[in-house]
């Protein structure tokens, strides 16, 4: 993965530019600005693309592009810098240590009636994204019906290197702690870990009490038609008794077999966009968002197309003429953080309110020829009287969500084979089956990458 990097270019004027690697431009224009004491228009940060960032490249980018805007701005030269990979690890600082003290009741059918968490979190020497922690946390630990609930959680400063966010920040360790909770009680019981699990999934109405308005309705909790899907099925049950025959014949190895179910609480962000049609047909696109791999270019074209394709009959076409441009501070402000699992929805929403007011510009143009002609209206033939007419051929919104609808939660699930060496601690993921609820995919191929490449990446969450 690209370690942290920008290039600094100082422009006439007292003015900088800075191409960044970053998920924040707009926090990081603001910060290379107050490091050289000129006003944020001076300061421009573009960035086309991360090459790699899961919220390792939120706030730590902007070391980097403060260390290239000092030198740059004195010596009136371009300045580079990209960290080693030794560098970059140290000063990612890696996920959130905890230490985690709890009590549980309940009841002799595993059925929970209360718990108290006492949660130490290890920030590091400064804050980062360590105040963010806790609700993650909190989140992911409310997946099951607890009862009563109680918490006391410290985000703690220490003498170490701060630490970053990391896909899913706070959730991994909350739905860790969980977890632990759960198999302590099956323990406990001498019951199956998995009969417990069940037993604790939220209905409903305790769903409602523990999230709010996120819970949505009724008809949207699918969690527990997804952990039965995988739990109950009879290939579960032939593979957790292969598991216990190898575990029999195995002095040396040993495998185990789980399935978690999760929650994610998703909290919706204000994303700008913006839609430009050039003379000769062509579409720029501008939104708020980062592309980090996660596929936000591709539905932002695809949405534009969709949102443009009541004015052109060849929408596989029009796909073709459009171009995202980068995320540009100075051009586009207010653009927010790429992060959270909301910038393609919210952006692709922003795209399309931009749409909608180009078609509506252009509709009556566009029936205007057609009525003329008596066939369809070519997409140039249409821009180029557009242009004559001196029609506005660019439009942006600021899309801001709905008060009453400003979290939901995603639901999934997962059975995961792992075998471990007891004498060298060495362990191999065998295999892990995933069922998510994405809802509409706006991509259902670049959603199936998503969903794949997840457990990778957080299966390292405490290496």
């Known amino acids: 993965m690209e370690t942290q990097t920008a290039l600094a270019v100082p422009d006439e004027d007292n003015c900088i530019t800075i191409y960044a690697s970053t998920q924040i431009p707009e926090v990081t224009q603001n910060v290379v600005a107050d490091c050289l004491g000129i006003p944020y228009h001076n300061v421009r940060i573009i960035t086309r693309r991360v090459g790699g960032g899961f919220g390792g490249k939120a706030m730590k980018g902007c070391h980097v592009a403060c260390a290239c805007a000092v030198a740059a701005f004195k010596l009136r030269r371009p300045v580079r810098m990209y960290l080693d990979r030794k560098t970059d690890m140290i000063m990612a600082g890696g996920r959130h240590p905890m230490k985690v003290k709890y009590s549980v009741g309940f009841k002799s059918d595993g059925t929970l009636t209360a718990l108290h968490l006492d949660l130490g979190i290890n920030a590091g020497i400064s804050p980062d994204v360590s105040p963010a922690l806790p609700s993650a946390i909190v989140g992911a630990l409310k997946k099951y ?11 703690c400063k220490t003498n170490v290197s701060s630490k970053s966010a990391m896909r899913g920040p706070g959730d991994v360790q909350g739905c860790f702690i969980a977890e632990a909770i759960i198999e ?3 323990s406990a019981l001498a019951a199956d870990t998995n009969t417990v699990r069940r037993k604790n999934l939220h209905g409903f109405e305790s769903l409602t009490k523990f999230y709010g308005d996120a819970a949505g309705e009724a008809s949207t909790y699918s969690l527990v038609e997804i ?16 598991v216990e025959r190898f575990n029999g014949g195995s002095r040396w190895k040993k495998r185990g077999i789980s399935c978690v179910p999760i929650t994610y609480e998703v909290r919706l962000r204000p994303t700008p966009g913006k839609v430009s049609i050039m003379n000769d047909g062509s579409i720029a696109v501008e939104v ?8 936000l270019y591709t539905k932002v074209k695809q949405m534009t197309a969709y ?4 004015l052109c009959s060849d929408a596989d076409g029009l796909l073709d003429k459009v171009r995202v441009i980068q995320a540009d501070t100075l051009s586009m402000i207010q653009g927010g953080f790429t992060g959270g699992s909301t910038t393609s929805e919210t952006s692709c929403e922003a795209v399309r309110l931009s749409c909608a007011t180009l078609v509506e510009r252009l509709k009556p143009i566009k029936e205007s020829l057609e009525s003329k002609s008596g066939a369809p209206a070519p997409w140039k033939a249409l821009i180029t009287q557009a242009t004559m007419a001196s029609v506005n ?7 801001t969500p709905d008060p009453a609808f400003v979290k939901y939660i995603n639901y999934g699930a997962a059975v995961s084979e792992v075998e471990i060496d007891v004498l060298t601690g060495g362990t191999t993921i065998l295999r892990s089956d995933l069922v998510y609820d994405c809802g509409q995919s706006l991509n259902p191929a670049v959603d199936l990458g998503q969903v794949r490449s997840q457990p990778i990446s957080t299966s390292t969450c405490y290496c």
């Open 288 to 295: 708020g968002g980062v592309e980090i791999g996660q596929g």
């Open 184 to 186: 302590h009680v099956a």
């Open 227 to 242: 952990f039965d899907k995988l739990a109950s099925s009879p290939e579960y049950r032939t593979r957790a008794a292969a």
């Open 145 to 155: 019906n607890w009862g009563a609930l109680a918490l006391d959680v410290k985000v």
């Open 307 to 310: 949102g443009l394709a009541e």
């Open 393 to 399: 051929l660019s439009a942006q919104a600021y899309w």
